[in-house]
């Protein structure tokens, strides 16, 4: 397995995050870091997704710092110069895909059948996404696909919070797990970084119950 994502297997839990402006981006990061998560998944659905990368890889070089919702290998591009260290997508893209392997860095699309897990195990990739996680049956149906792919670990995204975490994590083809409760966007608008950082000690705090 890549670096980068056993690194990522050790923190157990990525951030997803959504910034509309980049002056968010360092406080942002120092939040999470005291808060004991020092990584992001920053999300390529705003236009402040470039800069807030470039501001985090510079400001807090600790950090595992990574591109979400990535859609196009021009968007790889632009988050590999931003200083991205993962990318992940919420579907499968074999352009995408193959353009990271390319490029050498590790990447995550997103699955939640076992015909997107088979595309992304034909080409190598021993860890996915797993999206919409809730709505697309949650852990039972990742149990159920993971039976046959051995060595495919996962990443479940989407509807994961503080009251389900621990299910998903007592799981061990759980790699890590992707939520946004802990960042969410009123907390960043606001510029409340101190809840930010209360409620991701809240979950680190749980996620050390289970691993």
């Known amino acids: 397995m890549n670096k980068v994502l056993e690194e990522i297997s050790k923190i157990g839990i990525l951030p997803v995050v959504v910034l509309e ?29 470039k800069e807030s990368i ?3 890889r510079k400001e807090f070089p600790e950090m595992l710092v990574g591109a979400g919702t990535v859609l196009t290998v021009e968007q790889v591009d632009e988050a590999l ?37 088979q595309k992304c195990y034909r080409l190598g990739l021993d860890v996915v996404k797993f999206f919409p ?4 049956g949650g852990l039972k149906m990742i149990k159920s696909i993971a039976a046959p792919y051995t060595q495919m670990k ?33 907390l960043i608008k606001n510029g409340e970084f101190d809840k930010v950082e209360a409620m991701t000690k809240e979950a680190v705090t749980k996620l050390k119950e289970v691993r």
């Open 21 to 49: 402006d980049a002056k968010d981006a360092k406080p942002l990061a120092q939040a999470l870091c005291a808060g004991g998560l020092p990584c992001a998944e920053v999300t390529f659905r705003t236009a402040a997704a």
């Open 81 to 117: 110069e931003a200083g991205a260290q993962f990318i992940i997508s919420p579907g499968f893209d074999e352009d995408v895909v193959k353009h990271c392997i390319e490029k050498n860095v590790p990447v995550t699309p997103g699955t939640c059948t076992p015909s997107d897990v």
């Open 133 to 136: 996680a809730e709505a697309a």
């Open 154 to 186: 996962f990443i479940p995204t989407g509807g994961i919070n503080a009251n389900n975490m621990k299910d998903y994590l007592e799981y061990d083809r759980i790699l890590a797990i992707g939520g946004s409760w802990m960042v969410k966007g009123d």
């Open 54 to 56: 470039a501001i985090m």
